[in-house]
Every structure is written in structure tokens, then in C-alpha cells.
């Protein structure tokens, strides 16, 4: 597999090699294996998407990441330490799919929490608290109590509070769940204006049209292994077709292409763009979800399910 940061020339932001995670089934023997021999590498400073059905093992990486599940088998780096070391967590800000904030606090009161709980102190803290409410656009609603705040409105103060200690890796579980059009509109500008700033961004999500607006590369997992991965525009070509799109064609060209546009030329044609055709993130991750579930309903697991 070629590493994110061969392409990027960076340091690997996330570095996941041979991952295998197993837990013990409650009250049954055996062991259930979410997550087998899974590999991936995230380009620091690069916006990745992990998609897959549910159950397929997302949520299961994720934790690993965070440091919050340890590995049966494998590792996880996160900027070259452990990803279960104290250090690499400080690098890292999360925002899980459905956060829980003290709906008493106001907007401002909840980031002067979490801000006093990564050690920050003083007017540093007010300045940080007043440029990310303008960066998340909560301004005008921070001195309203969070009870108050619509979907949207607690993702975006959720994004505040995962950024307020200056992370270099942002976590985010499913950003927009739940989030009108409007609001998920916002959250994905806010994850663009991360990558500007730098920040590695790693996400996951079902709604795929999102995926493909902000993601520059995407895993796909299906029970619990990576089926494919790839720069997003690699991944939605369409191989074995050629697309070719003419600037002002006269009706001449649409039966001979490539000979009238050279013969023509003088009419203004142009040739703008041979290459492939794109499918849809959405129509991929059914083919390779639904291959990958047709192999392995025809494998034999010893010793539980996986």
C-alpha cells in the first residue's frame, strides 16, 4: 500500500499497521474480532475519510486512535508515538457523534470549561474563546445557555471545544448526523478551514456526498478490514471509459471528435479534458461493501464470530 506521506512528502499523521481488535463475548465462549489486519496511513495535513456499514469496524480504529482501545494485535501511531502513550493524546481533539454538554452553560462558558481543563488560564484563554466562537460563526450566542442551541449550533461549539487546545489531529465521528442542510454546510467549511490552518482532519460519516466534498483520500471498511483506499478522484474514475469534454463543439465534431477538433480549431473548438468519467463515493462503497460481504459469507471462523 503506498503511504499518504510518500505523495504529501510529510510525516505520517496516523500510521495504523497490521491492526487486529478482538473482545471477549459476554456470557459466550469465544471472541469477536472487529477489526482484522487493517492498514492505513493518514497524510499529515490532509482531510481522510473512513466510511463502511455499520458495524464494519469504524468506530472500533477510531478509539484506537484516540488511545482509548488498545490493539490485540498491531499498532497505532499517532505523529510517531503510541497512540496509547499521554503525549500523542495531547495532539489529538475529538468531537464523538453525539457529545454531551451541560445544557446549563452558555456557549462561552462551555469552551472556558474545556479550555481550563487542557490548562489554559488568563486572557489567553479569553482570546482563545472569542476567535473560535467567531470561527465556528456562534458569536451573537455566546451568552446563551447551550439547553437553547439547535443540532448544528452544538456541533459547531462541539468543533470548538476539539480545537481549543490547538490540536495537530482532529477526530470526527459522523460531524453532521443529525444537522439540517444550512448547518452541515457550515460544518463542512469549518473542516476545510482546519486543513488551511494545517490541521489533519480524519472523519467518518454515511452521508457519502459530504465525504466526497471534503475528504482527499478515503478508506472503506467491511467487516472489519479495509477493502480499498485511495485519493478520492483516483477512487471515482471510472477506468474503462473515456470522457471527453469539448469547449464550443460545432455539430461536425460530435461525429468525429478527435479529427474535427484539429480541423476546426479556427472555429474556436478546444479540448479541454480526456480522462475518466466519475462514478458516485456512494455507488463505489455499495460494490465494495457488497463484494466484501459476499467472500466472506463463505469463510469459516473458528473460535467465535468476527
Known amino acids: 500500500m503506498t503511504k499518504a506521506s510518500e505523495h504529501t512528502g510529510n510525516q505520517a499523521a496516523v500510521l495504523v499497521s497490521g491492526l487486529t481488535k478482538e473482545f471477549k463475548l459476554p ?5 469477536f474480532r472487529a477489526v482484522e489486519d487493517l492498514s492505513l496511513t493518514v497524510g499529515e495535513g490532509e482531510v481522510y475519510g473512513l466510511i463502511g456499514p455499520n458495524g464494519s469496524g469504524k468506530s472500533t480504529t477510531m478509539k484506537v486512535m484516540l488511545g482509548l482501545v488498545r490493539p490485540t494485535k ?12 499521554s503525549k500523542s493524546r495531547h495532539l489529538v481533539g475529538y468531537l464523538p457523534e453525539n457529545p454531551y454538554f451541560y445544557k446549563h452553560l452558555t456557549g462561552a462558558e462551555t469552551l472556558r470549561f474545556y479550555g481550563e481543563l487542557c490548562g489554559l488560564r488568563g486572557e489567553e484563554l479569553r482570546m482563545k474563546i472569542d476567535q473560535l466562537l ?5 458569536q451573537d450566542a455566546a451568552d446563551r445557555r447551550l439547553g437553547g442551541y439547535s443540532k448544528g449550533m452544538l456541533q459547531r461549539i462541539g468543533l470548538a471545544q476539539a480545537v481549543i487546545h490547538d490540536p495537530k489531529l482532529v477526530i470526527l465521528d459522523e460531524p453532521t448526523a443529525g444537522v439540517d442542510p444550512q448547518g452541515s454546510r457550515q460544518i463542512r467549511d469549518l473542516i476545510m478551514n482546519l486543513k488551511s490552518r494545517g490541521i489533519t482532519v ?6 457519502l456526498e459530504q465525504v466526497q466534498e471534503v475528504c482527499d483520500r478515503i478508506g ?4 472489519g478490514r479495509m477493502v480499498r483506499e485511495g485519493y478520492l478522484e483516483e477512487m471515482v474514475a471510472v477506468e474503462e471509459l473515456t470522457e471527453i469534454v469539448v469547449k464550443s463543439p460545432s455539430s ?18 478546444e479540448l479541454v479534458r480526456v480522462g475518466h468519467p466519475r462514478t458516485t463515493l456512494e455507488r463505489l462503497f455499495l460494490a465494495e461493501t ?13 473460535g467465535g464470530v468476527r
Open 27 to 31: 456470557m459466550r465462549s469465544g471472541r
Open 74 to 85: 498491531g499498532s497505532c501511531e499517532v505523529f510517531g508515538m503510541s497512540s496509547s502513550s
Open 134 to 138: 467567531a470561527m465556528v460563526g456562534l
Open 202 to 207: 480524519v472523519l467518518t460519516s454515511h452521508l
Open 220 to 223: 472503506i471498511i467491511s467487516k
Open 252 to 269: 461536425q465534431l460530435l461525429d468525429a471528435i478527435r479529427e474535427l477538433v484539429a480541423k476546426d480549431a479556427g472555429s474556436g473548438a
Open 290 to 302: 457488497s463484494d466484501n460481504e459476499a467472500k466472506k459469507s463463505g469463510e469459516k471462523i473458528e
